[in-house]
């Protein structure tokens, strides 16, 4: 997150020097976004076709820190935040808030279609490392969000790699303050894109180095970099050894205008103890005593998302959260899902609403055996936001609902299972059934996945298209739904012991669920709908769906493609969710998972 303009104030007064061989610590966060910044550093922005794929990030993840180690540099280990503090929380509201009117801009400028994939585009070429120069960015450059499953997908490269998977630590906080601490209590260097670093305690000889600034040199096998280390810039600057740094990031914090020398000139004067004593106290409470989560068994945590982490560790009594200066804010006691940033289609409904009753599942699960959390009846779940607001109340279901719900799902995924051709499309055949479920629910439109099937059948599925685009969004969320579910029940198990044996054999089916170097992609997609068609999906629609006869000429009308007065009036419904009503032979279970599970008996 970083405060702006301290790293470029500073930046003449560093040391540029060969990195001396050392131990370091990296940012885990920052190192995924460096990753990212280097695997798309040739390719064209504005084309989500060219996004690097997640095996490309991670395996250049690993040869990244394999080179720095060759070139003298040991890794002790990798933080990556599993928990973020309250008083972070406007600050994200804010970061969402842009991302979602970024991804409005991009569409109004591309709503014809996003750009195709350059035909000289190399997928997954190699990456130069250590390149010595960046591609200069506009700030009006329009492109979509990247990956929005990032930073776990580094991790799970990191975690299966034999020389780096002991070294990555999830920790209940910030991992800029962890790694302070790491090199205060230890020594080296952090490396980072963040320059709140500079602001916590490193100890005398620490310091922090960013890793754009990191160069290679062959010849002398050493790397080069400026290098911050807070007591050298404090002797160069003239100010306090102990406060004068904090003192001169508060007063650039408040305003980034100032010059260096004026900042410098105002934290010597003390100006800052004397005019806004209580706001420099609370600027320096994050860096003196952040608050963390509770400190869990390693096997509790290890092998969690940092957003599914989270929310675990949020779920857990109040008194087992420390913070140094409790804010009082009702927020506090919500319990807050942030969602991965999806590229859907704006003007549609979000795309993880499809997939909404699989994280309900997993929500119930988490919560249940908490007694303080009998009086949490929702999460409140972060996705697009377009002003500031407290999130989508999602209800979570009775703990004496759970195993009917758990049942439903495993017998759903079972019957999809045994009409399926290729057991990979059990989770996009779920996609589709939500997709489904969710315009029936509704009671207006045609489902969109049936609509890109029959286009599929005529040949007319255009990849570009944001209802394409939508509909691989959902599909995404479904699979990270079911990876979150899985998550939350072997997180249980480690906190309460055996689970039931419905949600026992739940737990051994998500096993078969894809790494997230295999979940749909853009380039991947248009593949999949095919195959979904070739391999007899349309046929097991068909067959989950036989009680209901609303829906099977629905299903018919993907396998044989009207003509195109029918068409068109289609392609309408399904683009603008539409307003004719789908209605169901009979009432409708309340239970999301019992449409297709119970048809068919």
Not at 18 to 30: K, M, Q, W
Not at 166 to 173: C, D, F, M, Q, Y
Not at 189 to 201: E, F, I, K, Q, R
Not at 439 to 455: C, F, I, N, V
């Amino acid at each position: 997150m970083g405060i702006p303009q301290l790293r470029r104030q500073l930046e003449r007064y560093a040391e540029r020097a060969v990195i001396e061989t050392t131990n370091v610590v990296l940012d885990g966060p920052a190192l995924a976004y460096h990753v990212l910044a280097l695997c798309s550093r040739t390719t064209r922005k504005s084309s989500p076709f060219e996004q690097p794929s997640y095996e490309l990030l991670g395996k250049t993840a690993i040869a990244w820190l394999g080179q720095i180690q060759k070139y003298g540099l040991s890794v002790s280990a990798i933080y990556f935040d599993s928990y973020l503090p309250s008083s972070k929380r406007p600050e994200r509201i804010q970061r969402l808030i842009k991302l979602t009117r970024d991804l409005i801009k991009y569409q109004v400028a591309f709503q014809a279609g996003v750009p195709r994939p350059n035909s000289h585009h190399t997928v997954d070429a190699n990456v130069d490392l250590f390149p010595d120069a960046w591609p200069t960015e506009k700030k009006t450059n329009l492109k979509p969000p990247v990956p929005p499953f990032l930073v776990p997908a580094v991790i799970d490269a990191l975690r299966n790699s034999p020389e780096f998977g002991s070294r990555i630590k999830l920790v209940p906080g910030e991992a800029d303050g962890f790694c302070a601490r790491h090199v205060r209590e230890h020594g080296g260097m952090v490396l980072t894109s963040d320059s709140d670093l500079l602001v916590y305690d490193l100890g005398e000889a620490s310091g922090v180095i960013f890793l754009t600034d990191i160069d290679d040199d062959t010849e002398t096998q050493k790397l080069r970099a400026p290098q911050y280390r807070p007591a050298d810039l404090c002797r160069r600057l003239s100010i306090k050894p102990d406060t004068g740094l904090q003192h001169l990031a508060f007063e650039i914090s408040r305003d980034p205008y100032l010059t260096l020398e004026q900042a410098v000139g105002k934290s010597k004067r003390g100006e800052t103890a004397s005019t806004s004593e209580e706001e420099y106290t609370e600027f320096m409470g994050q860096y003196l005593s952040p608050e963390v989560g509770s400190t869990l068994n390693t096997t509790q945590v290890s092998a969690l998302d940092p957003r599914v982490s989270e929310i675990a560790l949020r779920s857990l009594p109040t008194s087992s959260v420390a913070t140094s200066s409790p804010s009082g804010d009702l927020n506090d006691s919500r319990l807050e899902m942030y969602l991965p940033f999806l590229l859907d289609y704006p003007s549609r409904t979000s795309a993880w609403e499809a997939s909404k009753p699989t994280r309900q599942l997993g929500y119930a699960v988490l919560l249940s055996n908490l007694d303080h959390c009998n009086n949490i009846p929702a999460v409140f779940e972060m996705r697009r936001l377009q002003s500031i607001s407290s999130g989508l109340d999602v209800g979570v279901p009775a703990p004496t609902e759970i195993d009917g719900l758990g049942t439903s799902l495993l017998a759903l995924l079972s019957k999809i299972e045994a009409g399926m051709g290729k057991p990979e499309l059990v989770w996009v055949m779920l996609a589709i059934y939500q997709d489904i479920v969710m315009t029936m629910d509704r009671a207006k439109g045609y489902p969109l996945s049936l609509e890109l099937l029959r286009q599929d059948a005529r040949g007319k599925l255009d990849s570009c298209s944001w209802d394409f685009l939508h509909l691989l969004a959902q599909t995404q969320g479904t699979f990270y739904s079911l990876r979150m579910l899985h998550q939350i029940l072997e997180f249980s198990e480690h906190r309460t012991g055996a689970p039931t044996a419905i949600l026992s054999g739940l737990s051994q089916l998500l096993l078969r669920l894809p790494p997230l170097s295999d979940f749909p992609t853009a380039k991947t997609f248009a593949k999949t709908i095919s195959l979904v068609r070739e391999e007899g999906g349309l046929s097991c629609l068909e067959t989950l769906c036989a009680d209901y006869e609303d829906v099977i000429p629905l299903i018919k009308s993907a396998r044989e493609p009207q003509n195109n007065k029918k068409s068109k009036k289609r392609k309408q419904m399904a683009s603008d969710e539409g307003n004719s009503k789908v209605r169901l032979s009979d009432p409708r279970s309340s239970n999301p998972f019992d449409l297709l599970a119970g048809a068919g008996d």
